[in-house]
């Protein structure tokens, strides 16, 4: 693919993602990692506006099989990974995570997981009542490329436990 089809392809997904987001009642459901990534508004996902995010996705790792999206700056210590769940009904859960980082975020050295649901047009923040432990800013939680299981480790990159997707929920695997 050229660059004047890839620009073109990327505006088109934008617009469709701009239209359905004004339109809850017409609102499609979303299908690619990149479609959940865009889609999403920047008051629920904290990366800007969705062409802001358009090119984060030049520099990430997206992986549309799979249903994940990896960025690490090349220049700064900024990193995330958003990754989607299918559900049982065909709709997806994502997932954003911002790994805990101390050395190079000292003052805002908390890690971040968002789980965000799609239910009636709108987007909703699940985190709190689809994780089975609580929400520890210390640890990292790894989304994964492959699998079911988001990896928790500590500072040191230790694993703690797993949680797994499983019948729509997230259940807890290891100490």
């Keep these: 693919m050229n660059t004047s089809q890839s620009i073109f392809t990327s505006i ?3 617009a469709i ?3 359905a987001q004004g339109s809850p009642s017409l609102a499609i459901p979303f299908r690619s990692v990149q479609e959940h990534f865009l889609g999403i508004p920047s008051s629920v996902l904290p990366l800007g506006s969705p062409e802001n995010r358009q090119r984060y996705l030049s520099y990430a790792i997206v992986d549309i099989p799979n249903g994940y999206i990896s960025y690490q700056a090349s220049d700064n210590p900024e990193q995330f990974e958003f ?3 299918r559900k049982n009904n065909g709709q997806y ?6 790994p805990y980082d101390p050395l190079f975020f000292p003052e805002q050295s908390s890690s971040r ?6 239910r009636q047009g709108q987007w909703r923040d699940v985190t709190r009542e689809m994780l089975p432990v609580p929400l520890d800013r210390t640890l990292t939680y790894r989304l ?3 699998g079911r299981d988001i990896v928790v480790v500590n500072r040191f990159q230790e694993e703690l436990y797993r ?5 729509d929920l997230f259940v807890r695997l290891g100490t």
Excluded: E, G, H, K
């Design 113 to 118: 997981l968002i789980l965000l649901d799609y």
């Design 93 to 98: 859960l994502a997932a954003f995570s911002i």
């Design 163 to 167: 949680l797994r997707w499983q019948n």
């Design 144 to 146: 994964p490329r492959v």
């Design 12 to 14: 088109v997904t934008i």
């Design 17 to 19: 993602v701009l239209f």
């Design 83 to 85: 990754a989607i769940f």
